[in-house]
């Protein structure tokens, strides 16, 4: 009964480690760049946003530690500081002045990139966070 208890154990451990591997490697595979890379908005403040290709987007460029985006309707840019520990700090944010609908989300995306004050990345996904509580998912531009 010990031989099939460690069999199994082993057999279990195997599956883990190589369902791990096709993690890594898909993460590999499809991590893009914090800088350079243009980020859809996906998720903001725990909820789901509808891509919309020209709206909610975040660039940040790596000549300068400038950032350029848009956020409803409105032009976006400012600074970014980052370091080797993940840390992010984004801002002070501009943006044009034009009225349009869905100013209450443009106003808390605004919101959520100067707080950040960290970010991880998950395959093509960047997660700004602040204070460790998660405050917006981006998807890669394809």
């Known amino acids: 009964m010990k031989l099939i208890t460690k069999i199994a154990f082993l057999a279990g451990v195997a599956a883990l480690a190589a369902g791990c591997c096709h993690c ?33 987007t975040l660039t940040l460029l790596a000549e300068g530690n400038r950032l350029a985006g848009v956020g409803a309707c409105n032009r976006l840019t400012g600074s970014f500081e980052t370091d ?17 609908p869905d100013m209450a989300r443009e106003q808390a995306f605004i919101r959520a ?7 991880d990345m998950d395959g093509p996904m960047l997660l700004l966070l602040a204070d460790g509580e998660l405050r917006a998912v981006f998807q890669a531009v394809p």
Do not use: D, N
Request: charged share 25%; aromatic share 8%; hydrophobic share 30%.
């Open 24 to 56: 890594r490697s898909y993460q590999k595979k499809t991590r893009r760049p914090l800088t350079g890379t243009e980020w859809q908005l996906i998720q903001l403040g725990g909820q789901t946003v509808q891509p919309e290709e020209g709206r909610f």
């Open 84 to 100: 080797a520990k993940r840390a992010l700090k984004i801002g002070p944010v501009a943006s044009t002045r034009m009225a349009c």
């Open 113 to 119: 990139l100067e707080q950040t004050t960290h970010y």
